[in-house]
């Protein structure tokens, strides 16, 4: 048995210096300085990185490098790249590493649905419904676990929102199949996947109304929105904030990275704003022509660069490092949704618009409750919310992820290894001027530890929920 565990042990030590000898850490430098130059070029949230995280990026670059030096595999050098994404610390910066595909399946319904992107594990957990007391309400829709909760002789309704998209529910793609009549054995293009979309994204917004209509009914007079453990989404979370309150919600600014992405992304919308203008009533000719400059005005500065290097030593740039002047919504910051559908081309310059949503569903206070697992568009439901003044903030504060990444984004394939380095090419801004990407602070902040059960996080939200309740009726009045 010794003769036999040394050879084991032997053969061992000849395969890892085997693949020692055999792994090559240039080619990996290489895409470090590719990784690098990505930086320089099109990292939105640069500004936010240096003066608000105070990361020295220069100097975890050279760490990164120096890992890379010493790696001995594959796995070590991505390793090191992955930590110089945590290290960092925002939420829309990663690398995705090539995965092995699995041909050869029967095509259905369930597999094309996932093939497109639909899977309910990217939709988080309930936690306001483990609170003691509380009980379901039948009407709503599944996508959207409804009930109340007791505080004193007021009922409060709560509503989960898992995910911003219809990604995390696969019954909404099958629904779709069948509604458009499309046949899951045949392929699914991008053309069918924004239609499968289009049509999830509109029955995903009536679900939720059905949903704020039956807490309605059953009584609720304060509502309880959960987003915590909720990933992000899409522009859908716009939408969903103006459902849950009757004030006018103004989105956030937005800032977008100069260089081609923008620029095509400007002139598009030029483009499509001056063919609107042909069948537009001669009412909206004149208004549509202004959109139009403003968009082309845009395209132009986001031409026009302005460079990163400064960012590298610490200081800030003489010039404006993001382009400015539009919002998260697009050209507009607030409109009435009945004033937008009146518009065939309102989803042009209003991207909520773009969904059949009603403005105030629901009408009465609000509570928001989100955790360090709300991100993204997450985020920004809730700091829409804040912002306008519609709605207390409680739990602890978001993860940080802010705006992604717009039409595809600006992803950038390593030269060697592959990878997919996913930058943010966009950032929103608060009303006192933060980044987005900072996170969303809590107005009550309640003791949500990541490792803590869900059964205990709900009884830290129990015991502050008559006080977060309070402050929501006082915001309401």
């Known amino acids: 048995m010794k003769l036999m565990a040394r050879i084991l042990l032997i053969s061992a030590a000849i395969a890892l210096i085997g693949a020692t000898a055999s792994f090559e850490t240039e080619p990996w430098l290489e895409d470090l300085d590719q990784t690098r130059d990505a930086f320089t070029k099109e990292y939105a949230n640069f500004d936010w990185a240096v003066f608000q995280r105070q990361a020295d990026l220069s100097r975890l670059f050279d760490e990164t490098r120096e890992r890379i030096l010493v790696a001995r595999s ?22 995705k590493w090539p995965s092995v595909s699995n041909p050869g399946r029967k095509p259905t319904a369930a597999s094309t649905c996932a093939d497109l992107g639909y899977n309910a594990r990217q939709t988080g957990r309930p936690l306001a419904s483990h609170m003691q007391g509380y009980h379901s309400v039948a009407g709503g829709a599944s996508e959207f676990p409804a009930g109340l909760v007791t ?140 959109f139009a400059q403003e968009a082309e005005a845009k395209a132009r500065i986001a031409a ?27 050209l507009v910051g607030a409109a009435r949704a009945d004033a937008m559908k009146r518009k065939p081309w309102g989803r042009l310059i209003f991207s909520p618009a773009q969904f059949p949503y009603h403005d105030g569903v629901w009408r009465g206070p609000v509570v928001v409750v989100v955790d360090g697992a709300t991100w993204s568009a997450a985020e920004e439901f809730a ?41 943010p090419d966009c950032a929103r801004f608060r009303a006192n001027g933060d980044n987005e990407v ?10 949500l530890r990541r490792y803590d059960g869900v059964d205990r996080q709900a009884e830290f939200l129990r015991d502050k929920l008559p006080e977060a309740e309070r402050l929501a009726v006082s915001l309401a009045r």
């Open 74 to 95: 594959e796995g070590e050098a991505r390793a090191a790249l992955d930590r110089l994404t945590r290290q960092l610390g925002d939420g829309h910066v990663e690398f």
């Open 151 to 290: 505080i004193g002789q007021r009922k409060i309704g709560v509503v989960k929102i898992g995910l911003f998209s219809p990604h995390g529910s696969p019954s909404l793609c099958e629904g779709a199949l069948q509604a458009l009549n499309i046949v899951p054995t045949e392929p699914c293009d991008d053309a069918c996947s924004d239609k499968v979309e289009t049509w999830a994204s509109a029955q995903m917004t009536k679900d939720f109304e059905t949903t704020l209509i039956a807490l309605k009914s059953s009584g609720a007079t304060t509502l309880l929105v959960d987003v915590t453990q909720n990933g992000g989404g899409s522009e859908w979370a716009e939408a969903a904030a103006r459902m849950v309150t009757g004030v006018k919600v103004t989105s956030e600014r937005l800032g977008f990275v100069r260089g081609s992405h923008w620029v095509k992304k400007w002139k598009g919308l030029a483009e499509d704003l001056r063919t609107a203008v042909a069948t537009a009533p001669v009412a909206d000719r004149a208004e549509l022509v202004a």
């Open 304 to 330: 026009t660069p302005c460079s990163s290097e400064p960012f590298w030593k610490g200081e800030r740039p003489v010039c404006a490092w993001l382009g400015e002047g539009a919002y998260a919504t697009g």
């Open 383 to 423: 700091a829409v919310l804040q912002d306008s003044h519609a709605a207390v903030i409680v739990g602890a504060p978001t993860g940080g992820a802010g705006c992604g990444h717009t039409d595809g984004g600006t992803p950038t394939t390593l030269a060697h290894s592959l990878g997919v380095l996913e930058l």
């Open 438 to 447: 900072a996170g969303v602070q809590p107005d009550l902040l309640i003791g």
